[in-house]
Structures are given as C-alpha cells and as structure tokens.
C-alpha cells in the first residue's frame, strides 16, 4: 500500500513553500513599491517645501520694493521724473514677481494633486497586499480542511463515501486590479 499520510505530508510542505515563497515575493514587491512611493512622497514635500520658501521671499520682496516706492513719491519734487521712472520699473518687477507667485502656486497644487495620486497608488498597493493575505489564509484552510477531511475518512472506514459530505465549501474569487 502507498503511504498516503506521507504523500499528503509531501505534498502539504510543497504547497506551504510555495505559498511561503509567494508571499515573500510579494512583500518584497510591495516594500520596494512602497520605498519608491516613500522616496517620491519626500521629493515631492521637499519641492513644496522650497517653492513655499520661494514663495515667501518672493512675497518679501514684493513687499520691500513697494515700500520703497511708496517712501520716493514722498521725495522732493525735482526728483518727480526720477520716481515716475523708478515706480515703473518697480510695478514691471512687481508684475514679474506676481507672474513668479502664480507660477509656483501652480507647481504648488501640481505637487499636491501628484502626492494625492501616488496616495491613492500606496492604497492601491495596500489593497492588493491584503487581498493576497486574504487568498493565501483561504488555501490554507483549504489545506487544513483537507488534512481534517483525509484524517476522517482514515478514522471512520464505516461511511461509504466521505467526500459525498463534505464540511466546507471554497468558492475562489476572481481577482482583478486596476493597476
């Protein structure tokens, strides 16, 4: 006679390697996955981070070029023509700063709306991660139950036929992603 016990041991450790070795692979899948989503999180602070100081000094600068224009108007008036030019160049500056400010609240929402969607990336990746977990323990069982079911029908030779009842019913789902 074969030994069956054996056979199944055999074939229960095969099955628990390669499950193993799966889940292995795909947690080194998804820290490297998540490394780069970090990495990427970080940059991305980091360029919001200078363009908020960028920002500010622009502001800073702003504000200094039109107090000084505001303390030239107050100037003697032989320096009239004088202050006329300078107040031009200091709006044609200010305009140019204005532009520099929309510029980088415009990098600034570009920056958010990315760090936005590499967040819903890691909640993807997540999703998928706990999926798997979920898949695994359901073929662990699986096995489980078929050792339990083997050691009944080993111990009871009386019923006819074990598998006509059966105490468990796995219905796989089909998995899908969108990533």
């Not at 031009?88 to 920056?111: K, P, V, Y």
């Not at 999703?127 to 977990?133: C, E, G, I, R, S």
């Not at 699986?142 to 050691?151: V, Y």
Request: net charge negative; glycine share 4%; aromatic share 6%.
């Amino acid at each position: 006679r074969p030994d069956l016990a054996a056979a199944l041991r055999e074939l229960r450790a095969q099955y628990e390697d390669l499950a193993a070795r799966n889940l292995q692979a795909a947690e080194d899948w998804y820290r490297a996955r998540c490394a780069r989503l970090h990495e990427r999180a970080a940059r991305s602070q980091e360029a919001v981070r200078a363009s908020r100081r960028e920002a500010g000094e622009c502001r800073r600068q702003l504000q200094a070029r039109l107090a000084e224009m505001e303390s030239l108007r107050g100037a003697h008036q032989s320096l009239e023509r004088q202050l006329q030019e300078l107040e031009e160049r200091h709006n044609a500056e200010a305009a140019s700063l204005q532009d520099t400010i929309g510029q980088l609240e415009d990098d600034l929402r570009n920056t958010k709306n990315e760090m936005a969607r590499h967040l819903r990336e890691y909640q993807d990746l997540l999703n998928v991660k706990m999926a798997l977990d979920i898949e695994i323990a359901a073929y662990r069982k699986l096995l489980e139950g078929e050792e339990t079911l083997f050691n009944m029908g080993s111990t009871s030779l009386s019923e006819p036929n074990p598998l006509s009842n059966p105490t468990y019913s796995f219905q796989p789902r089909g998995f899908s992603s969108s990533t």
